[in-house]
């Protein structure tokens, strides 16, 4: 009599849980393991250096300040560091196993509903599918991004005002990752017109890492809202630019 499927899916998925414990589960053939084995380490290690860009930007910004009516803008430079999620040895194990024991329980819901009996020994089966599986999982391996997900983000910036006027701007940003987008508290100074002010604001930004390998240049389009203080009333100041962070370090 065909064993209850539900049996049958239970004793499937133990077995495989031990057949995908390690990364490369499929060991019919040694050659192909090592294969396998090699290009998750190199996948893992550009994976993680990718997770981190640190260097110097440079950029550009214009905008308006609402209070006075006036056009602003500036080219911008200095240091960086931004983070970015990406899937750990860890989580490719996870990803490995669990794609075998999804893809094992549909070809036994497959056999049964067909009128079929799963074999008994299920070795066969799992060795074929588990092959499948790391194949197609290395072929995604660290893949390139041009939309990873930020993480944290440290950002010193130096700037020179090209408006009317001149002057320079310092300026300390801290931000975090919201899926796609990083938002992050601005903290600066402003030297321009023989007055200093203080200049508080907050700025969303979109992170594009669209090429590299282990070293990822980071591409940043933002909008900022400065709120300027001291020396007279505030003064709202709305901006959008962009900067190229080199990963250098």
Known sequence: MPRAPSVVIATALAATAALAATAAP????????????????????????????VGPHVGGFGGVNLDADAGTSGVTFGLGLNSFAVPSAFDLREQIKAAVKAKLKERIAEIVA??????????????????????????????????AHPQLGLM?????????????????????????VSAGLAVGVQRAGGTTRFLPGLELDLRLTPIGQQRTPVFAIYARGDL?????????????????????F
Do not use: C, M, Y
């Open 228 to 248: 300027a203080l001291g020396n007279g009333d505030p003064a709202l100041i709305i901006l959008g630019g962009a900067r190229v962070l080199v990963d250098v």
């Open 156 to 180: 010193l910036e130096a700037a020179i005002l090209t408006s009317t006027g001149g002057g320079f701007q310092t300026r300390l940003i801290v931000s975090k990752g919201i899926k796609h």
């Open 26 to 53: 499929a060991r019919a053939d040694a050659t192909d393991d090592a294969i396998a084995v090699e290009r998750i380490a190199i996948s893992t290690v550009n994976s993680v250096r990718r997770a981190i860009a």
């Open 114 to 147: 067909n009128g079929g009996t799963p074999p008994d020994d299920l070795s066969d089966l799992i060795r074929e599918i588990a092959t499948e599986v790391r194949e197609r999982i290395l072929k995604q391996l660290a893949p390139r991004h041009t939309l």
